[in-house]
Protein backbone atom coordinates (compact mmCIF):
# COMPACT_ATOMS: atom_id res chain seq x y z
CA UNK A 1 0.00 0.00 0.00
CA UNK A 2 2.93 2.31 0.97
CA UNK A 3 4.64 1.52 -2.29
CA UNK A 4 1.16 2.27 -4.20
CA UNK A 5 1.12 5.57 -2.47
CA UNK A 6 4.83 6.56 -3.18
CA UNK A 7 3.65 6.52 -6.74
CA UNK A 8 0.64 8.20 -6.50
CA UNK A 9 2.56 11.01 -4.63
CA UNK A 10 5.43 11.62 -7.04
CA UNK A 11 3.47 10.79 -10.57
CA UNK A 12 0.80 13.55 -9.00
CA UNK A 13 4.14 16.15 -7.76
CA UNK A 14 5.74 15.83 -10.92
CA UNK A 15 2.71 16.01 -13.43
CA UNK A 16 1.31 19.26 -10.86
CA UNK A 17 4.82 21.12 -11.44
CA UNK A 18 5.34 20.09 -15.05
CA UNK A 19 1.96 21.52 -15.56
CA UNK A 20 2.34 25.11 -14.11
CA UNK A 21 3.51 27.45 -16.68
CA UNK A 22 5.64 29.46 -13.64
CA UNK A 23 7.70 26.49 -13.61
CA UNK A 24 8.40 26.44 -17.43
CA UNK A 25 8.84 30.09 -17.36
CA UNK A 26 11.61 29.93 -14.45
CA UNK A 27 12.93 26.39 -16.47
CA UNK A 28 12.94 27.90 -19.85
CA UNK A 29 13.87 31.24 -18.64
CA UNK A 30 17.98 30.38 -18.37
CA UNK A 31 18.00 28.41 -21.75
CA UNK A 32 16.01 31.31 -23.39
CA UNK A 33 18.54 34.11 -22.06
CA UNK A 34 21.66 31.88 -23.08
CA UNK A 35 20.33 31.61 -26.55
CA UNK A 36 19.99 35.37 -27.12
CA UNK A 37 23.11 35.78 -25.47
CA UNK A 38 24.78 33.36 -27.75
CA UNK A 39 22.85 34.89 -30.77
CA UNK A 40 23.85 38.69 -29.89
CA UNK A 41 27.69 37.18 -29.47
CA UNK A 42 27.64 35.75 -33.00
CA UNK A 43 26.50 38.37 -34.41
CA UNK A 44 28.88 40.99 -32.76
CA UNK A 45 32.12 38.82 -33.64
CA UNK A 46 30.98 38.68 -36.90
CA UNK A 47 30.26 42.20 -37.33
CA UNK A 48 33.57 42.56 -35.59
CA UNK A 49 35.87 40.00 -37.72
CA UNK A 50 34.20 41.99 -40.92
CA UNK A 51 35.09 45.29 -39.34
CA UNK A 52 38.62 44.40 -38.63
CA UNK A 53 39.59 43.04 -41.68
CA UNK A 54 38.19 46.18 -44.07
CA UNK A 55 39.67 48.61 -41.86
CA UNK A 56 42.71 46.67 -42.13
CA UNK A 57 42.68 46.51 -46.28
CA UNK A 58 40.91 49.80 -46.38
CA UNK A 59 42.13 52.15 -49.28
CA UNK A 60 42.57 55.90 -48.66
CA UNK A 61 45.16 58.56 -49.05
CA UNK A 62 48.24 58.92 -46.82
CA UNK A 63 51.42 60.07 -46.65
CA UNK A 64 54.13 58.62 -43.62
CA UNK A 65 57.10 59.51 -42.33
CA UNK A 66 59.84 57.14 -40.89
CA UNK A 67 62.00 58.00 -38.21
CA UNK A 68 62.64 54.15 -36.89
CA UNK A 69 63.77 53.00 -40.73
CA UNK A 70 61.79 49.67 -40.08
CA UNK A 71 59.52 50.77 -42.61
CA UNK A 72 59.51 48.87 -46.20
CA UNK A 73 58.61 51.59 -49.04
CA UNK A 74 57.33 48.88 -51.31
CA UNK A 75 55.21 48.01 -48.25
CA UNK A 76 53.49 51.47 -47.18
CA UNK A 77 53.33 51.71 -51.19
CA UNK A 78 51.30 48.85 -51.47
CA UNK A 79 48.76 50.20 -48.91
CA UNK A 80 48.35 53.50 -51.14
CA UNK A 81 50.66 55.76 -48.95
CA UNK A 82 53.59 57.75 -50.15
CA UNK A 83 56.79 59.14 -47.80
CA UNK A 84 55.83 62.50 -46.58
CA UNK A 85 58.51 65.36 -46.98
CA UNK A 86 57.11 68.10 -44.74
CA UNK A 87 55.47 66.46 -41.28
CA UNK A 88 53.65 70.01 -40.63
CA UNK A 89 52.75 70.33 -44.41
CA UNK A 90 51.12 66.84 -44.11
CA UNK A 91 49.19 67.52 -40.85
CA UNK A 92 48.46 70.69 -42.62
CA UNK A 93 46.45 68.43 -45.57
CA UNK A 94 44.77 66.34 -43.33
CA UNK A 95 42.73 69.62 -41.45
CA UNK A 96 42.19 71.09 -44.77
CA UNK A 97 40.68 67.91 -46.87
CA UNK A 98 43.86 67.24 -49.12
CA UNK A 99 45.26 64.11 -47.54
CA UNK A 100 42.56 61.25 -45.63
CA UNK A 101 45.84 60.66 -43.24
CA UNK A 102 49.24 61.16 -42.56
CA UNK A 103 51.00 58.37 -40.14
CA UNK A 104 54.03 59.58 -38.11
CA UNK A 105 56.43 56.67 -37.16
CA UNK A 106 58.56 57.53 -33.92
CA UNK A 107 62.69 56.36 -33.35
CA UNK A 108 61.51 53.43 -31.51
CA UNK A 109 58.50 52.08 -31.86
CA UNK A 110 58.20 49.38 -29.33
CA UNK A 111 58.20 52.63 -26.48
CA UNK A 112 57.00 55.58 -28.23
CA UNK A 113 53.93 55.72 -30.01
CA UNK A 114 52.99 55.80 -33.55
CA UNK A 115 51.00 59.31 -34.32
CA UNK A 116 48.05 58.95 -36.94
CA UNK A 117 46.40 62.67 -37.79
CA UNK A 118 43.33 61.86 -39.72
CA UNK A 119 40.02 62.83 -41.08
CA UNK A 120 37.64 62.27 -38.84
CA UNK A 121 34.80 60.29 -40.36
CA UNK A 122 33.03 58.67 -37.16
CA UNK A 123 33.44 56.45 -34.60
CA UNK A 124 33.25 53.49 -36.14
CA UNK A 125 35.20 54.38 -39.55
CA UNK A 126 38.17 56.06 -37.90
CA UNK A 127 39.35 52.39 -36.65
CA UNK A 128 40.48 51.86 -40.78
CA UNK A 129 43.49 54.54 -39.68
CA UNK A 130 45.33 52.97 -36.87
CA UNK A 131 44.31 49.27 -38.45
CA UNK A 132 46.28 50.38 -41.48
CA UNK A 133 49.55 51.63 -39.72
CA UNK A 134 49.72 48.69 -37.24
CA UNK A 135 49.59 46.98 -40.26
CA UNK A 136 52.22 48.73 -42.60
CA UNK A 137 54.48 48.32 -39.41
CA UNK A 138 54.16 44.41 -38.72
CA UNK A 139 54.17 43.92 -42.50
CA UNK A 140 57.90 45.59 -42.49
CA UNK A 141 58.95 43.74 -39.81
CA UNK A 142 58.31 40.68 -41.40
CA UNK A 143 59.38 41.20 -44.68
CA UNK A 144 62.61 42.40 -42.98
CA UNK A 145 63.23 38.85 -42.11
CA UNK A 146 64.84 36.66 -44.73
CA UNK A 147 64.21 33.29 -43.12
CA UNK A 148 60.30 32.29 -43.63
CA UNK A 149 60.54 30.44 -40.85
CA UNK A 150 61.35 33.23 -38.13
CA UNK A 151 58.42 34.96 -39.42
CA UNK A 152 56.51 32.16 -38.82
CA UNK A 153 57.23 32.13 -35.19
CA UNK A 154 57.05 35.71 -34.87
CA UNK A 155 53.23 34.88 -35.96
CA UNK A 156 53.05 32.32 -33.45
CA UNK A 157 51.80 30.23 -36.26
CA UNK A 158 53.47 27.25 -34.21
CA UNK A 159 52.15 24.41 -32.22
CA UNK A 160 53.67 22.59 -28.94
CA UNK A 161 53.12 19.06 -27.78
CA UNK A 162 52.99 18.34 -24.02
CA UNK A 163 53.20 14.83 -22.44
CA UNK A 164 52.41 15.05 -18.57
CA UNK A 165 52.68 11.93 -16.44
CA UNK A 166 50.54 10.93 -13.31
CA UNK A 167 51.44 8.33 -10.79
CA UNK A 168 53.91 6.14 -13.62
CA UNK A 169 50.89 6.92 -16.18
CA UNK A 170 50.43 9.26 -18.84
CA UNK A 171 47.91 12.04 -17.94
CA UNK A 172 45.29 13.75 -20.37
CA UNK A 173 44.94 16.94 -18.31
CA UNK A 174 42.14 19.12 -19.48
CA UNK A 175 40.36 15.71 -20.64
CA UNK A 176 40.60 14.12 -17.21
CA UNK A 177 39.72 17.28 -15.43
CA UNK A 178 36.29 18.35 -17.82
CA UNK A 179 34.48 15.06 -17.10
CA UNK A 180 34.33 15.08 -12.93
CA UNK A 181 33.81 18.58 -12.76
CA UNK A 182 30.80 18.48 -14.25
CA UNK A 183 29.06 17.42 -11.41
CA UNK A 184 29.91 20.23 -10.05
CA UNK A 185 28.31 22.43 -12.26
CA UNK A 186 25.03 20.48 -12.45
CA UNK A 187 25.22 20.45 -8.70
CA UNK A 188 25.06 24.35 -8.42
CA UNK A 189 22.68 24.72 -11.32
CA UNK A 190 19.98 22.49 -9.41
CA UNK A 191 20.21 24.41 -5.94
CA UNK A 192 20.17 27.80 -7.62
CA UNK A 193 16.79 26.56 -9.73
CA UNK A 194 15.67 24.06 -7.56
CA UNK A 195 16.03 26.01 -4.11
CA UNK A 196 13.00 27.89 -3.36
CA UNK A 197 10.80 24.87 -5.02
CA UNK A 198 12.65 22.42 -2.29
CA UNK A 199 11.63 24.90 0.46
CA UNK A 200 8.07 25.34 -0.60
CA UNK A 201 7.14 21.59 -1.60
CA UNK A 202 5.98 20.67 1.75
CA UNK A 203 4.10 23.57 1.77
CA UNK A 204 1.60 23.83 -0.37
CA UNK A 205 -0.87 20.88 0.92
CA UNK A 206 -0.33 22.92 4.40
CA UNK A 207 -1.28 26.03 2.81
CA UNK A 208 -4.17 24.32 1.14
CA UNK A 209 -5.59 23.03 4.95
CA UNK A 210 -5.59 19.54 3.57
CA UNK A 211 -2.07 18.07 4.92
CA UNK A 212 -3.90 16.60 7.95
CA UNK A 213 -6.58 14.87 5.80
CA UNK A 214 -3.77 13.48 3.52
CA UNK A 215 -2.14 12.18 6.84
CA UNK A 216 -5.54 10.06 7.45
CA UNK A 217 -4.81 8.02 4.55
CA UNK A 218 -1.26 7.79 3.78
CA UNK A 219 1.80 7.44 6.40
CA UNK A 220 4.28 10.97 6.85
CA UNK A 221 7.34 8.73 5.60
CA UNK A 222 6.04 7.80 2.40
CA UNK A 223 4.33 11.64 2.00
CA UNK A 224 7.84 13.29 2.36
CA UNK A 225 9.68 10.54 0.53
CA UNK A 226 6.81 10.82 -2.47
CA UNK A 227 7.96 15.18 -2.59
CA UNK A 228 11.91 14.60 -2.37
CA UNK A 229 11.42 11.78 -5.19
CA UNK A 230 9.89 13.87 -7.20
CA UNK A 231 12.32 16.95 -6.96
CA UNK A 232 14.44 14.50 -8.37
CA UNK A 233 12.86 14.28 -11.53
CA UNK A 234 11.80 17.72 -11.86
CA UNK A 235 15.14 18.99 -11.03
CA UNK A 236 16.85 16.25 -14.16
CA UNK A 237 14.24 17.81 -16.18
CA UNK A 238 15.55 21.36 -15.51
CA UNK A 239 18.70 20.34 -15.40
CA UNK A 240 18.37 19.01 -20.06
CA UNK A 241 16.37 21.91 -20.60
CA UNK A 242 19.22 23.96 -19.47
CA UNK A 243 22.07 21.98 -20.55
CA UNK A 244 20.98 21.80 -23.78
CA UNK A 245 21.80 25.57 -25.16
CA UNK A 246 25.18 25.11 -24.02
CA UNK A 247 25.37 22.39 -26.24
CA UNK A 248 24.04 23.89 -28.76
CA UNK A 249 26.56 27.15 -28.20
CA UNK A 250 29.91 24.70 -27.77
CA UNK A 251 29.10 22.15 -30.68
CA UNK A 252 27.94 24.76 -33.53
CA UNK A 253 29.35 28.33 -32.40
CA UNK A 254 32.25 27.66 -30.51
CA UNK A 255 34.80 30.10 -32.41
CA UNK A 256 31.87 32.79 -32.09
CA UNK A 257 31.90 32.38 -28.61
CA UNK A 258 35.57 31.87 -28.18
CA UNK A 259 35.07 28.67 -26.35
CA UNK A 260 38.83 26.27 -26.02
CA UNK A 261 38.64 23.82 -28.15
CA UNK A 262 38.29 20.23 -26.45
CA UNK A 263 38.32 17.06 -28.22
CA UNK A 264 34.82 15.31 -26.98
CA UNK A 265 36.80 12.01 -28.01
CA UNK A 266 39.60 12.43 -25.87
CA UNK A 267 37.66 13.39 -22.63
CA UNK A 268 39.00 10.34 -20.36
CA UNK A 269 36.07 9.23 -18.30
CA UNK A 270 38.15 7.15 -15.14
CA UNK A 271 35.52 5.21 -13.64
CA UNK A 272 36.89 6.33 -9.90
CA UNK A 273 36.85 10.23 -10.03
CA UNK A 274 33.26 9.74 -11.98
CA UNK A 275 31.72 7.39 -9.75
CA UNK A 276 32.99 9.69 -6.67
CA UNK A 277 31.66 12.80 -8.59
CA UNK A 278 28.36 11.26 -8.72
CA UNK A 279 27.97 9.99 -5.27
CA UNK A 280 29.06 13.30 -3.98
CA UNK A 281 26.34 14.76 -6.31
CA UNK A 282 23.86 12.66 -5.53
CA UNK A 283 24.76 12.99 -1.94
CA UNK A 284 24.93 16.93 -2.05
CA UNK A 285 21.84 17.26 -3.97
CA UNK A 286 20.01 15.14 -0.91
CA UNK A 287 21.37 17.06 1.53
CA UNK A 288 19.94 20.34 0.60
CA UNK A 289 16.84 18.84 -0.68
CA UNK A 290 16.10 17.27 3.14
CA UNK A 291 17.30 20.15 4.23
CA UNK A 292 15.08 22.98 2.68
CA UNK A 293 12.37 20.40 3.11
CA UNK A 294 12.65 20.09 6.86
CA UNK A 295 13.00 24.16 6.78
CA UNK A 296 9.66 24.56 5.09
CA UNK A 297 7.97 21.97 7.36
CA UNK A 298 8.73 24.39 10.35
CA UNK A 299 7.67 27.50 8.25
CA UNK A 300 3.59 28.09 8.21
CA UNK A 301 3.74 30.31 4.41
CA UNK A 302 5.85 30.21 1.55
CA UNK A 303 7.08 33.33 1.89
CA UNK A 304 8.58 32.29 5.25
CA UNK A 305 10.74 29.64 3.81
CA UNK A 306 12.05 31.26 0.99
CA UNK A 307 13.60 32.96 4.13
CA UNK A 308 15.33 30.19 4.63
CA UNK A 309 16.11 28.86 1.22
CA UNK A 310 18.24 31.90 0.41
CA UNK A 311 20.89 31.28 2.88
CA UNK A 312 20.52 27.57 2.48
CA UNK A 313 21.33 28.03 -1.31
CA UNK A 314 24.58 30.51 -0.91
CA UNK A 315 26.66 28.23 1.60
CA UNK A 316 27.50 26.14 -1.59
CA UNK A 317 29.15 28.66 -3.23
CA UNK A 318 31.78 29.24 -0.40
CA UNK A 319 34.35 26.90 -2.01
CA UNK A 320 34.08 29.10 -5.04
CA UNK A 321 34.92 32.02 -3.18
CA UNK A 322 38.08 30.36 -1.89
CA UNK A 323 38.78 28.59 -5.57
CA UNK A 324 42.49 29.48 -5.01
CA UNK A 325 43.07 28.29 -2.09
CA UNK A 326 41.65 25.06 -3.20
CA UNK A 327 43.69 24.84 -6.21
CA UNK A 328 47.29 25.91 -4.72
CA UNK A 329 47.04 24.15 -1.26
CA UNK A 330 44.25 21.50 -0.85
CA UNK A 331 45.53 20.73 2.45
CA UNK A 332 44.71 23.80 4.53
CA UNK A 333 42.93 24.50 7.25
CA UNK A 334 40.07 26.31 5.41
CA UNK A 335 40.42 23.75 2.50
CA UNK A 336 39.91 21.05 5.27
CA UNK A 337 37.05 22.85 6.91
CA UNK A 338 35.19 23.45 3.69
CA UNK A 339 35.47 19.79 2.54
CA UNK A 340 34.05 18.45 5.85
CA UNK A 341 31.28 21.06 6.67
CA UNK A 342 28.16 19.49 5.44
CA UNK A 343 27.13 22.30 3.61
CA UNK A 344 29.99 23.31 1.68
CA UNK A 345 31.93 19.30 1.44
CA UNK A 346 29.51 18.51 -1.93
CA UNK A 347 30.61 21.22 -3.51
CA UNK A 348 34.61 21.39 -2.43
CA UNK A 349 35.43 17.83 -2.63
CA UNK A 350 33.84 17.92 -6.13
CA UNK A 351 35.96 20.30 -7.06
CA UNK A 352 38.92 18.68 -5.35
CA UNK A 353 37.80 15.36 -6.84
CA UNK A 354 37.89 16.93 -10.54
CA UNK A 355 41.73 18.39 -9.99
CA UNK A 356 42.58 15.02 -8.21
CA UNK A 357 43.42 16.24 -4.86
CA UNK A 358 40.79 14.32 -3.35
CA UNK A 359 42.22 10.91 -1.58
CA UNK A 360 39.93 7.92 -1.79
CA UNK A 361 39.67 8.01 2.28
CA UNK A 362 38.82 12.30 2.01
CA UNK A 363 36.08 10.56 -0.64
CA UNK A 364 34.75 8.04 1.46
CA UNK A 365 34.21 9.94 4.41
CA UNK A 366 32.43 12.78 2.81
CA UNK A 367 30.09 10.25 1.19
CA UNK A 368 28.84 8.84 3.80
CA UNK A 369 28.76 12.27 5.77
CA UNK A 370 26.32 13.28 3.52
CA UNK A 371 23.81 10.06 3.03
CA UNK A 372 23.79 9.62 6.48
CA UNK A 373 23.28 13.33 7.60
CA UNK A 374 20.28 13.12 4.53
CA UNK A 375 18.91 10.43 6.31
CA UNK A 376 18.96 11.96 9.55
CA UNK A 377 17.59 15.23 8.26
CA UNK A 378 15.33 13.16 6.15
CA UNK A 379 13.97 11.73 9.84
CA UNK A 380 13.90 14.99 11.16
CA UNK A 381 11.53 16.63 8.56
CA UNK A 382 9.26 13.67 8.50
CA UNK A 383 8.84 14.43 12.31
CA UNK A 384 7.81 18.12 11.81
CA UNK A 385 5.81 17.81 8.88
CA UNK A 386 4.00 15.72 10.83
CA UNK A 387 3.64 17.40 13.66
CA UNK A 388 3.60 21.04 11.75
CA UNK A 389 1.13 19.71 9.42
CA UNK A 390 -1.81 21.45 11.32
CA UNK A 391 0.19 24.23 12.18
CA UNK A 392 -0.77 27.25 10.16
CA UNK A 393 0.23 30.15 11.77
CA UNK A 394 3.65 30.18 13.29
CA UNK A 395 6.66 28.21 13.07
CA UNK A 396 6.95 24.88 14.49
CA UNK A 397 8.37 25.22 17.91
CA UNK A 398 11.27 21.94 17.77
CA UNK A 399 11.01 21.46 21.55
CA UNK A 400 7.55 20.76 21.13
CA UNK A 401 7.73 18.28 17.71
CA UNK A 402 10.02 16.05 18.85
CA UNK A 403 8.69 16.11 23.02
CA UNK A 404 5.74 14.83 21.40
CA UNK A 405 5.03 10.87 20.87
CA UNK A 406 4.92 9.59 17.24
Known sequence: MARHNM???????????????????????????????????VMSNSSTVDSTESQASAQFTFTYSDASGYVVPAVAEA????LATDEEQAIADVKAGRLDAYFAYPANPTEEPTRVFAVDEGIFANGKYSAVASEILIASAQAALADQSLTTLVRGDFQVSSTTYKEGRESTGLAEVIPPLLFLLVFYASVLLMGNLMATSLLEEKENRVSEMILTTMDSTTMVSGKVVSLFIVGAIQMVAIALPVVVGYLFFREELRLPYVDLSSLSFEPWPMLVGALLLIGGF???????????????????????????SIVPFAPLWAAALV???PQSVVVQVLTYFPYTAAPTAMLRNGLGTLSAVEATIVIVELFVLSFVIFRIAVRLFRYGSIEYSQKVALRAAFGRRK
Open 7 to 41: RTIVSFEVKRTLSKAGFWIATLVVPVVMGAVIALI
Open 79 to 82: FGGT
Open 286 to 312: CLATTTLAAAGAIMPTARDAGAIAAPV
Open 327 to 329: LSS
